[in-house]
């Protein structure tokens, strides 16, 4: 009977948490509860000269690669005058890159889906000001719609890729709006030979499927009166 009790699929792991909590493995280990706090006091054992802002700065880069690269390309960007916009999907992985930001001095502007409309817009105004000091833009994935005119950013980078792929060129099209006039570079961080690695292979397909489906198709009338249906590429 209590065998019968463990193995009710009540008691079972959702397979879209796990699924989750890989996602969180990949972008940063500080997402998982209470990995924080383990990580900065490892680094403090390990680096006990460190105090403050710089423990905390150096937990950040120390447990995530993407954060590595992350810091390594945010000053090369900066240095070359150009002008950034950062997607997550996840709210909470937008948190820990605004601190990072803060932490390193950079100038930044936010929306996610518990920014109100007025506030979107001064955000949006102050990033596209005429000599604005506003370096990077981030935003949730699925935030925003309509209004969401980003032109004056000429570089894209999707931290973690959306479940479903169309989002993302959603994301992308955020400056390539009409105005555009500087040519548009996009990053896609991915941690190879993980879970996130198969879900974006996956998603690939899936776009790719739905461009042969949705395609205009072309039409060819032969000698005889048959139509051959060919899907453009």
Not at 32 to 38: L, P, V
Not at 112 to 133: H, L, M, T
Not at 134 to 159: H, K, P, S
Request: aromatic share 6%; charged share 25%.
């Amino acid at each position: 009977m209590s065998d019968s009790i463990g193995n009710d699929s009540k008691n079972l792991p959702s397979l879209m948490n796990i699924m989750m909590e890989l996602r969180k493995c990949c972008n940063h280990p500080f997402l998982i509860r209470g990995a924080e706090q383990s990580i900065v006091a490892e680094t403090r054992e390990k680096k006990p000269e460190l105090k403050n802002d710089d423990l905390v700065l150096q937990s950040m880069l120390d447990s995530s690669g993407k954060m590595v690269l992350l810091d390594k390309l945010l000053p090369k960007l900066r240095s070359q005058g150009h002008r950034v916009l950062l997607f997550s999907q996840m709210v909470r992985m937008l948190d820990i890159i605004q601190d990072y930001l803060t932490l390193k001095g950079y100038s930044f502007e936010r929306i996610d889906g518990g920014v109100k409309i007025n506030e979107r817009q001064a955000a949006i105004d102050r990033f596209s000001a005429p000599g604005s000091d506003r370096f990077i833009f981030l935003i949730c994935t699925r935030a925003g719609g309509f209004g969401i005119n980003l032109t004056a950013a000429d570089t894209v980078i999707i931290y973690d890729s959306d479940w479903n792929p169309q989002n993302d060129i959603q994301a992308q099209a955020r400056c390539h709006r009409i105005g555009q006039d500087k040519a548009v570079k996009v990053y896609r961080l991915i941690t190879n030979r993980t879970y996130e690695m198969e879900m974006f292979q996956r998603a690939n397909l899936k776009l790719g499927l739905d461009k042969a489906v949705l395609n205009p198709l072309k039409q060819n009338i032969t000698s005889d009166g048959r139509h051959d249906v060919q899907v453009s590429e």
